[in-house]
């Protein structure tokens, strides 16, 4: 029996789970994402370091996908302030930056549009706000 | 100096990006209920992952396996996304087994 994949797939699965919550709280709250961005990036190249020096196959494992998840993660910070001014995820009234957002991107919302279930048909830009749970 | 994890996460990083264009076609073809099927096939892949005696062989399965679980627990937001015109919506969905019942259970969200 060989291990290393499902130590992969565990890896993979929670590296990817914990950076999608990481990325939205941390653009959420963060008054200049680069210093998140440098942070994740720094620590990317950290573990892939430590996964180039270690001798242990599934500790290189684990750190390699880690490093390769955080680094991409930096690059998710920057998507996610994208999708804040398109309106495909909440802006933080409560943030300097995410208030300048919401003045210049007429498409910015505070909203968090997907906070529902499916319905089964197409949803109008007008209909989408009643169907949030709240 | 064996740089075998950095390749593992170059290839996991592109495995993952294929969950990408699974979790939209999935979601458009056969609904956000699919996702029991969806994440049954993942836990399958991964069980398989653990008879490959190479270990690049081993891992790359496994990675395929952990793509299909995610990208089941990405389906509903995914059908939302599609409702709200992000993407393509398809109204004429494959109806597969045991739909009405899947539609009752909550959709895994993380």
Request: charged share 15%.
């Amino acid at each position: 029996m060989n291990t290393l994949g499902l130590i992969a797939a565990v890896t993979a699965f929670l590296a990817i789970w914990i950076g999608h919550v990481a990325v939205r709280k941390v653009e959420a709250e963060a008054r200049d994402i680069r210093l998140p961005m440098i942070i994740a990036i720094t620590l990317g190249l950290l573990t892939e370091y430590g996964s180039l020096v270690t001798d242990n196959w599934s500790l290189k494992t684990v750190f390699g996908i880690l490093g390769i998840t955080l680094l991409w993660d930096a690059f998710e910070l920057y998507r996610q302030q994208n999708r804040i001014k398109h309106g495909h995820a909440p802006a933080n009234p409560n943030n300097p930056r995410h208030i300048k957002i919401l003045a210049e991107h007429s498409t910015a919302t505070t909203l968090d549009l997907l906070k529902r279930d499916p319905i089964g048909r197409s949803v109008s830009p007008v209909e989408a706000p009643k169907l949030i749970h709240h | 100096m064996n740089p075998f994890g950095i390749l593992i996460g170059i290839v996991t990083f592109t495995i993952i990006g294929l969950g990408f264009p699974l979790v939209i076609r999935g979601e458009r073809y056969f609904g956000y209920w699919s996702w029991p099927y969806m994440m049954s096939i993942g836990f399958l892949i991964l069980l398989a992952s653990l008879f490959i005696q190479s270990d690049w062989g081993s891992v790359i399965v496994g990675v395929i396996g952990a793509t299909f679980v995610w990208g089941s627990t990405e389906l509903k937001e995914q059908a939302v996304r599609a409702e709200l015109g992000w993407f393509p919506f398809n109204a004429d969905k494959v109806r597969l087994p045991f739909m009405e019942t899947i539609k009752k259970w909550k959709a895994p969200h993380l």
